[in-house]
């Protein structure tokens, strides 16, 4: 029965001042048994979700700096193997002059310029006399670093818009881009400048070079690297 079942307990009304802790506290007031947020709090859960927004904007922001600059880097790292596996495939590893690829190129560009505005040219082959004996005598690590103090005297010779190049063993050329009638005097040049001998591995070497010009012959037009004249200077100084 109705009557039978237990009274439900009392509630104590809420103390006011204990409301009045709490709406201090917290910020809120109890009205019709509803929680209501009063200004002041929200007012500061705006401004807490406001920096927060702020935070991730400057990480998302930061997240992105880091990452142009992490690309940025990987672009010069790659345009540098690039540059460094051009110059390997057309630089003598030993010399580090032009190959006979790069040559070849310098060359024909050369011919090219002739051909289409005039331009003077001339090509000048170098041979080092006796280089095996050097080799038989001392080593292959003496004849290697004779090779790279002639490269050095070479390139001293001409100027630095001219190509000089190792073709392989002891056998150099250079393509010179001046009037092909200097040809003679950068041969004598060259001359000169391998006459002193070499101080390799604690060796003095004497060497002695010849060198060839190679240029257009003067009346011809249409000029072809077989269409060339050759000359030799010779010069022995051991």
Known sequence: HVDDLPAAPEVPAPDPDTLLQRQIAFGYTFEDERVTLTPMARDGIDAVETVLTWIVLVLVLAR????????????????????????????????????????????????????????????????????????????????????YAVAQRLRGAVRSIDTVARLGGDEFAIVLVEPAEAAGSAAQRILAALSPPFSVVGHTIPLGASVGVVEPWPEEAGVTPDVIQVTYFSSDVR
């Open 64 to 147: 992105q700096v880091v990452t142009l600059l992490e690309n940025a880097a990987l672009l010069d790292r790659l345009s540098a193997s690039q540059a460094e596996l051009s110059h390997q495939a057309h630089h003598d590893p030993l010399t580090g002059l032009a190959n006979r690829a790069l040559f070849s190129t310098r060359l024909e560009e050369a011919i090219e310029r002739h051909r289409r505005l005039g331009e003077g040219f001339a090509v000048l082959v170098i041979d080092l006399d006796d280089f095996k004996a050097v080799n038989d005598a001392f080593g292959h690590a003496a004849g290697d670093h004779l090779l």
